[in-house]
């Protein structure tokens, strides 16, 4: 009975450490963080530019969008 008990808490110990391990692997997480502020700014900057897609603030407002993205792009 001893063993039986053993071997069952040692197989659920080794199950518990490999979610565990799983969990804690992080890798990735920052380019996925990365990835979801640009696609908030992108949805931003669209409800933005279409809300004031016919006035000159709009249209000053993507200009200046499109001359940041164009720089973030530029390599020296």
């Known amino acids: 009975?001893?063993?039986i008990m053993l071997s069952t808490y040692v197989k659920v110990e080794n199950t518990i450490k490999?979610?565990?391990d799983k969990v804690?692997?992080?890798k990735?997480?920052?380019s996925l963080e990365w990835i979801a502020i640009a696609a908030i700014v992108v949805i931003i900057t669209g409800i933005i530019s279409k809300a004031m897609k016919d006035?000159?603030?709009g249209t000053e407002f993507l200009?200046?969008?499109?001359?940041?993205i164009a720089e973030?792009?530029?390599t020296e």
């Open 63 to 68: 200009n200046k969008f499109k001359n940041f």
């Open 55 to 57: 006035t000159s603030i």
């Open 18 to 20: 490999g979610y565990a």
């Open 28 to 30: 990735g997480s920052q």
């Open 24 to 26: 804690r692997n992080e």
């Open 1 to 3: 009975m001893k063993n």
């Open 72 to 74: 973030v792009g530029k």
